[in-house]
T-cell receptor, first 111, second 115 residues
Framework: TQLLEQSPQFLSIQEGENLTVYCNSS?????LQWYRQEPGEGPVLLVT?????EVKKLKRLTFQFGDARKDSSLHITAAQPGDTGLYLC???????????FGTGTRLKVLA | DTGVSQDPRHKITKRGQNVTFRCDPI?????LYWYRQTLGQGPEFLTY????????KSRLLSDRFSAERPKGSFSTLEIQRTEQGDSAMYLC?????????????FGSGTQLSVL
């Protein structure tokens, strides 16, 4: 059974601080995605990474896929209150389109 | 707006009743997914369709859950004989095959409360 563990589970920081969220598994994924979810809404896709070692940047957000395609990280620089939300990683194994979601990291950025 | 639409947004039912939810995906998307999410947790995979074929179904689902996508367009998720443990947000997502780089677009979900 494929599992994605995220850490930390909760994170409360001040505006302007940097943070990193981790997504780890013992399984290999053909692709890995990061989503952000607001209360009462569905998750919204931020990025997809497919190549081991791949790094993608989206403004202040930097995403990295591990070399072995078993883990990923999301780094936010100079966090803002608008970054507050539930961050989710999701992956699909080889030969399947069954996307498994991680346990989630709830981020709160205080002004 | 041509996003994923789910109906109803909220459903309150009594234990033992049957409920049905509907999902209308983005029109050209060939894959449709159902997930269940409880407060503070990540979405839990239930099932997915490619066109009208149901390709995978979670082993966590009991026989009380069934999903259909009769013409490869909209989908329904039915829960029979609801239990209090079924209370959750039920999310639908759709995607277009993009050789591993596909993007899942989610609806706003149906919040189910079983009393």
């Amino acid at each position: 059974t494929q599992l994605l563990e995220q850490s930390p589970q909760f994170l409360s920081i001040q505006e302007g601080e940097n943070l990193t969220v981790y997504c780890n598994s013992s399984s290999v994924f053909s692709s890995l995605q990061w989503y952000r979810q607001e209360p009462g809404e569905g998750p919204v896709l931020l990025v997809t990474v497919v190549t081991g070692g791949e790094v993608k940047k989206l403004k202040r957000l930097t995403f990295q896929f591990g070399d072995a395609r078993k883990d990923s990280s999301l780094h936010i620089t100079a966090a803002q209150p608008g970054d507050t939300g539930l961050y989710l990683c999701a992956g699909a194994g080889s030969g399947t389109y069954k996307y498994i979601f991680g346990t989630g990291t709830r981020l709160k950025v205080l002004a | 707006d041509t996003g994923v639409s789910q109906d109803p947004r909220h459903k309150i039912t009594k234990r033992g009743q049957n409920v049905t939810f509907r999902c209308d995906p983005i029109s050209e998307h060939n894959r449709l997914y159902w997930y269940r999410q409880t407060l503070g947790q990540g979405p839990e995979f239930l099932t997915y369709f490619q066109n009208e074929a149901q390709l995978e179904k979670s082993r966590l689902l009991s026989d009380r859950f069934s999903a259909e996508r009769p013409k490869g367009s909209f989908s329904t998720l039915e829960i029979q004989r609801t239990e209090q443990g079924d209370s959750a947000m039920y999310l639908c997502a759709s995607s277009l095959d993009d050789r591993g780089r596909e993007k899942l677009f989610f609806g706003s979900g149906t919040q189910l409360s079983v009393l």
